[in-house]
Nanobody, 121 residues
Framework: QVQLVESGGGLVQPGGSLRLSCAAS????????MGWYRQAPGKQRELVAA???????NYANSVKGRFTISRDNAKNTVYLQMNSLKPEDTAVYYC???????????????WGQGTHVAVSS
């Protein structure tokens, strides 16, 4: 199995910054895309940002210019630097990884347990 462990959430004032980390471990042969999703109360889970193993990135329009996703392939870790945070960024943030667990076979999506980000004065 594969485990994703997130860290870095918390309470921050509007305009502040936070950095989320997510480390993958377990039966990993290779990881394709890694990403961050979020789910606010009463809303559906949405993609925040994603990054491929080659470093190509994709962002939700609402976070472009404020959030930066990066990854360390050697450590199987993905980061989300969040700047200029707004109250509407408040949500539980989930890490996702698309993983191949063997030399052959399909890839599977794995999820972290979520870390809460609250932006409030």
């Amino acid at each position: 199995q594969v485990q994703l462990v997130e860290s870095g959430g918390g309470l921050v004032q509007p305009g502040g910054s936070l950095r989320l980390s997510c480390a993958a471990s377990g039966s990993i042969f290779s990881i394709n895309a890694m990403g961050w999703y979020r789910q606010a109360p009463g809303k559906q889970r949405e993609l925040v940002a994603a990054i491929t193993s080659g470093g190509n990135t994709n962002y939700a329009n609402s976070v472009k210019g404020r959030f930066t996703i990066s990854r360390d392939n050697a450590k199987n870790t993905v980061y989300l630097q969040m700047n200029s945070l707004k109250p509407e960024d408040t949500a539980v943030y989930y890490c996702n990884a698309n993983v191949r667990t063997g030399i052959v076979g399909p890839r599977y999506d794995f999820w972290g347990q979520g870390t809460h980000v609250a932006v409030s004065s």
